[in-house]
């Protein structure tokens, strides 16, 4: 039964049978002792299970029957008479119901010498052992030494399986026996929250993965001190959970949660340098519509997924519906991949103009998904899938592809193109090589001259929490002559001030000033100071979203001189943007570039004017 390694408890109750068989008038019994030095029951077939019971957890020492001490002794006792030995003052009550008057014990010691265990025989007349009982019993311990360490040896080996060696936090396997232990019966029963670390790949291959390891270990340490008493697991590379339990956590689950992310906050000291642990939590609690224990896994792996995709280092609860809305997202990156495989999605190119003579003075190319049924689908329709890194990146290679080939096709037309304005995600921003570079290569590849390229960056990108090399990524690309223009300047939290840190050549002022533009009206005060102060700060202004003469007349007077939108053109075809440049485009043999054009005050266009230079 040892070798072929089943239970413990049932291979100590079967030796003990065997020896009553060839020692009738005895009753065997097999107690272990723990660390701590507490006796516990493992086989006793033929003593009462009340007797048993009443032993459980009592301590070792040099008056605790025969069995206590025994191991407490490290030696075999006899006792002949167990009303009358002191041995057993304290628990002869025990036995006075039982028709035993003896008790002999043997220790079961380890290779160190330490009592592990107890192996006795109750006689039911007044004696102590026999050769031939002393033999058997000789073998019995040994094998009890062989099937506790074997015992000792298999649950070492579990244990290892079940935690982390890096952090000692229990591991996946670990969680997952943890979670499905868990009763889904009681509404509100306890919860789980699934953690990420967002940084460490960062840590990693900026400083090592030493100094990734050290971030682990103390952020396992952190987790774990400050969600105590409820468990802590390390279930991946910077994954992590914890099944809240305690009733003071369930009742404040943010609470909880914010508690954690504060606890990272602090920086790490590892090899010399400063690390700063960030972290993104989703959470879950056990509800009525939770038949298992997977399914409240499943709700905080999608609030997490949410909590990452709407703004890393903060905290998601789950509700109902937050899986539809993920499903969807998937879907539509799912959508978004096969068109990708298949060439369908396209650049569409809007004009960018002067607004006093409406000629071409450059394009914005813009991203379009083609149906099977060939409908065109505006970016605003698949936006979700832009939350894929991978997804994201991809766009932006065929994006930049084809861009540069249809400039190319321009120039060789002769067409008197400019600028073409691209935009960059945050992706972009984490590719292994520089920004610079991938574009650089890009329009190389087309043969294309960099200057004609004006990259663009969402407001969103440009103050993105999750990348702190945002702004010298951006120095970066300008310092290698390209032009940098910040999109949708107006829809976030952007403020001047970053300017200061962060500059970039051109602001485009977001549609909703645009349609908001009318006299002393708010929206006119703020593109009116915009464009006094991009003229000090050489940044130089676009609008876009102009849909009617009125709005591109008042943007004039506020000295806005460029600009976009439904009034000059949607967005159009490669073909058919070749045929809107070949007719209005501003002819560099006779106008200044749209370069020279910004830099002129309203004063010097009307001298221009009249004097037909422009």
């Not at 270990?217 to 400050?226: G, L, N, T, Y």
């Not at 960056?457 to 999750?466: N, S």
Request: a negative charge.
């Amino acid at each position: 039964m040892i070798a072929k390694g089943e239970n413990l408890s049932a291979t100590a109750e079967r030796l003990c049978l065997e020896v009553e068989a060839i020692v009738p008038d005895a009753a065997c019994s097999i107690l272990t002792v723990d660390a701590a030095g507490l006796l516990h029951p493992l086989a006793a077939p033929s003593l009462p299970p009340d007797y048993s019971r009443a032993l459980d957890g009592l301590s070792i020492g040099p008056s605790v029957g025969s069995c206590g001490t025994a191991a407490f002794l490290r030696t075999d006792v006899a006792v002949q008479d167990i009303m009358t030995d002191p041995l057993w003052s304290d628990y002869r009550d025990l036995v006075a119901q039982l028709d035993y008057r003896a008790c002999w014990s043997t220790p079961i010691r380890n290779g160190k010498g330490e009592a592990i265990g107890t192996f006795a025989f109750y006689y039911r007349g007044h004696r102590g052992p026999t050769k031939l009982e002393r033999d058997i019993v000789e073998a019995c311990v040994n094998l009890c030494v062989i099937a506790f360490e074997r015992r000792d040896r298999v649950e070492e080996r579990e244990k290892l399986a079940r935690i982390d060696g890096l952090t000692g936090l229990p591991n996946r396997n670990g969680f997952n026996s943890a979670l499905d232990a868990l009763d889904c019966s009681q509404p509100g029963a306890w919860a789980l929250l699934a953690i990420d670390l967002d940084n460490l790949k960062m840590v990693n291959d900026t400083f090592g993965h030493h100094a990734g390891d050290i971030l682990l270990q103390e952020v396992a340490h952190r987790m774990a001190d400050a969600a105590a008493p409820d468990r802590t697991f390390r279930i991946g590379g910077d994954e992590f959970a914890v099944i809240v339990q305690s009733p003071a956590a369930l009742q404040d689950l943010d609470a909880m949660a914010y508690e954690l992310l504060d606890r990272l906050l602090l920086p790490v000291r590892s090899l010399g340098h400063s690390l700063y642990p960030r972290a993104t939590i989703g959470g879950a609690i056990v509800s009525d519509g939770d038949p298992l224990p997977q399914s409240v896994r499943l709700n905080a792996d999608h609030a997490l997924y949410h909590a990452k995709e709407t703004g890393r280092g903060g905290f998601v609860r789950y509700w109902r519906g937050l899986g539809t809305a993920i499903t969807q997202r998937l879907s539509t990156i799912q959508e978004v991949g096969v068109a990708l495989r298949e060439g369908r999605i396209k650049p569409y190119y809007q004009p960018v103009v002067r607004l006093d003579t409406a000629e071409i003075v450059g394009v914005e190319a813009l991203c379009r998904m083609i149906t099977p049924e060939g409908k065109v689908r505006t970016a605003g329709e698949f936006h979700e899938a832009m939350s894929d890194m991978d997804i994201a990146q991809a766009i932006t290679d065929v994006m930049l592809e084809n861009v540069a080939n249809d400039v190319r096709h321009w120039l060789d037309e002769g067409v008197a193109f400019q600028h073409v304005g691209l935009n960059i995600s945050s992706a972009d921003l984490r590719r292994n090589i520089p920004v610079h570079e991938y574009l650089s290569a890009g329009f190389a590849k087309a043969n294309v001259p960099l200057k004609h390229l004006i990259v663009e960056v969402t407001e969103g990108v440009y103050l993105d929490d999750r990348d702190d090399d945002v702004g010298a990524k951006i120095a970066q690309m300008r310092h290698h002559g390209l032009k940098v223009a910040l999109d949708d300047f107006g829809t976030g939290f952007a403020s001047l001030t970053h300017l200061l840190t962060v500059p970039v050549d051109i602001i485009k002022i977001d549609r909703s000033f645009v349609a908001g533009l009318k006299s002393g009206s708010p929206s006119a005060a703020i593109v009116e100071g915009l464009s006094s102060i991009g003229q000090k700060l050489d940044i130089r202004l676009l609008a876009e979203g102009i849909e009617t003469e009125s709005q591109a007349r008042h943007l004039l007077a506020l000295g806005c001189r460029i600009g976009q939108g439904f009034l000059y053109s949607p967005a159009v075809s490669r073909s058919e943007m070749t045929k809107l440049l070949h007719l209005y485009a501003q002819w560099s043999g006779a106008c200044r570039t749209i370069e020279a054009l910004w830099r002129r005050s309203p004063d010097e266009m009307s001298e221009g004017r009249a004097a037909g230079t422009e």
